[in-house]
């Protein structure tokens, strides 16, 4: 067997101590797979007085990068810190000393890919990613390689396990958002601070990536419209379950003609399809191609042992040359991407819960608000008013309309004076 | 752009047609992708004179094996010939010719893989499969390359959609087993002669490559354990829905201790689970890593635009040179691969259906040779006998066995005077 080749891994939190433990643990076994020994040459942290969880046998461990970048053995550098900075620093400096570079950090990618890419490209080094997007689901290869001979039609997924995990244990516990919240911190599905996960940032810049590796375009995440999960509670999940969805936070990219929608946000899934039947902390994307028809892909999205799994198959196919091949090919964020064809939002079916005004004639004013933007609808829900309460929820199903013609139906809605507290509007997804 | 890569189809069924189809009407989406246009430079067929559903837009067409394996233009070529001769000795032509072979034929890998593999090692030349198992899922390049990071514990799939469609169709319509086959046939989901189909034979095939992957055994097709389809009836679906599962024709591989587990055949799936919620010719396949946990795929397991899709992308993957690489690193039937520990069949659940005698005494009788078998009970269903009849169903779900103790009780059972017919024992899936 050939000579061992030399890794190293810069950051040791949860995602860098599990490709640790793989690399040492499947040893053997991943020697097989990449035709040589892989080892862990050094691994560099940004404080080595901190107690970790995984020994690195062997292995010195440093706060200084340059025993990683400035080292001639080192070929192949993990960059697992998170984040932006140092981060976007670390990267750089790891591509401009010749290191190939494998990463799960999606906010760096999404924020500073082409210029990371770009000096990738310059230095004739690669940098691999398939960690960054649904951890364990090798959705990046099955878009970039497997599916190659196919135009992709649309891509749907549920690409943030934290946000799903709260969303499934308030759908059959029937707890309210922050307590489950808080539930999720105390079990480890959340962070300290949840905002990247419930807002949808974390789903938005991973449907970037995915979009550029199935669309050709480049659309900044910030310019995907995005809805946060703390829009949703228990009257909508039990309105959703009436009418026979559930309620996911869906990353979506369709063509739509020649535009593109995109979008990020709570969606009612009809019960039985795969979306709806991904629970917890699971990811799932489907995808459909013009060729193979649907795809779908179910696996654990992030955690510790899933994302290493997603890394070190990275390493390998870096070091056996698959990667630099796949990075030309890509042509990742190479200069000038198309400028993104990005749609209003495309078309859908919606959901409208509003909150009204119990008295004769609503209904009619209401919808004839819907009427005059051209939307029909499909059906409606208000059930019998408790005693003594003034605002009952109204709950509208509409047939497909445009995403700018709902939109501009919620905002005049939400200025009608039976309306007591802001619309909420979710797009449906039934197949 | 690169010059043009020049490829030969060599047979013009339905998936060549399908990929001449693809590499038409994508041309320009795959010449991006593979860094450079692929053009098929000549199409081989059986008989010249038989109408193409697919123009070929000014290609030859021709008989002539050699106007592909002589051809110093081409360098790629698309082996499309079903069956096993003369697809043997077509593949063995064009490795021997110095092309580089993809195919779609998984009997042709099971049967003469350690063979067509070792050729191409010799002339130096790759095999690329991704279309000969599970059609669109890109099951292979995830195994092969995706989780090679992982041991793998598990494949569980349901690897051939005609006995997934009858299967379907049967639980939907009522209907018996001849009546929706026929149906089958009449709708082109099942071939004229179906044996290979639905005896498990494909499913088999797929199986034994998959394990190959995987695990790194290679189990001739034919020592795997297999079920076919017609053992199936209403009854045992009626039943097997009372206990909340379907039946799916599984193919299973699993470690068990130091040995590998595998069969092919109809097992009872939890309803919920993704491989009940599999219907009509759609495949599946779940696989465990011991890293990457459960992961799930699902889509078109065959017809022609799907299986067209994968043959596609290993086209790709051959000109960018992927293929060579992965072709390498997998070591596919490398000279000796370890002899298969091949176990028993692992240990399961059962359900067992019985046509017993009605009479007194019957039930103790035969339960009492499951005890002596040391297999222990979970539930029994009876249901009251219609007025007349002298036999009844008797159905019987165990606690987890050895498949070598359920194979002996049912042998022991058949020979019991009051059993009237042979049992069923079909293994079962709860996860």
Chains 1, 2 share one sequence.
């Not at 190293?8 to 499947?26: A, H, I, K, P």
């Amino acid at each position: 067997m050939s000579e061992p080749v030399r890794v190293g891994v810069v950051g040791m939190g949860t995602v860098g101590s599990g490709v640790v433990r793989v690399l040492s643990q499947s040893a053997d076994h991943i020697a097989r797979q990449a035709g040589r020994p892989i080892v862990v040459e050094q691994v560099v942290v940004g404080d080595t007085g901190k107690p970790r969880g995984v020994p690195v046998p062997g292995n010195p461990i440093s706060a200084d990068l340059a025993t990683v970048s400035d080292n001639p053995a080192i070929s192949v550098a993990a960059m697992l810190v998170g984040g932006l900075e140092p981060a976007r620093s670390i990267t750089l400096e790891l591509l401009r000393k010749g290191k190939d570079v494998v990463t799960a950090n999606k906010a760096l990618l999404a924020e500073h890919g082409p210029e990371l890419f770009g000096v990738a490209r310059e230095m004739g080094r690669s940098i691999a990613f398939e960690a960054a997007v649904a951890g364990g689901i090798p959705i990046v290869a099955a878009i970039a390689e497997c599916l190659a001979a196919n135009r992709i039609e649309s891509i749907r997924g549920i690409l943030n396990g934290t946000s799903n995990f709260i969303l499934t244990r308030m759908e059959e516990d029937g707890s309210d958002y922050a307590e489950v919240l808080a539930l999720a911190q105390a079990e480890g599905y959340a962070e300290a601070d949840p905002a990247m996960d419930v807002d949808g940032t974390d789903a938005t810049q991973k449907l970037a990536i995915l979009a550029h590796l199935a669309f050709g375009v480049w659309v900044p995440w910030g310019q995907i419209p995005r809805v946060g999960l703390e829009t949703i509670d228990q009257e909508l999940l039990r309105f959703a379950d009436e009418l026979g969805y559930r309620i996911r936070v869906v990353a979506d990219a369709s063509r739509a003609d020649r535009t593109l929608a995109m979008r990020v946000g709570p969606t009612l899934v009809r019960k039985g399809t795969p979306l709806a039947e991904t629970r917890g902390a699971f990811n799932a994307v489907s995808v459909v191609g013009d060729a193979v028809g649907p795809m779908f892909f179910h696996g654990l999205g992030a955690g510790q042992m899933p994302t290493a799994s997603a890394v070190v198959a990275d390493i390998i196919d870096t070091v056996v040359g698959r990667a630099a091949i796949t990075f030309q090919t890509t042509g990742m964020l190479e200069a000038d991407p198309p400028a993104a064809p990005l749609a209003g939002g495309g078309s859908s079916r919606y959901l409208l819960r509003l909150q009204v005004t119990d008295r004769p004639g609503v209904m009619a004013d209401l919808t004839s608000v819907l009427g005059s933007e051209g939307i029909s609808i499909a059906s409606v829900i208000q059930h019998q008013t408790a005693a003594g309460s003034t605002a009952v929820p109204l709950v509208i199903m509409t047939h497909t309309c445009e995403a700018a013609a709902i939109a501009r139906a919620v905002a005049a809605l939400d200025r009608q004076a039976a309306v007591q507290a802001a619309t909420s509007c979710l797009p449906v997804l039934d197949d």
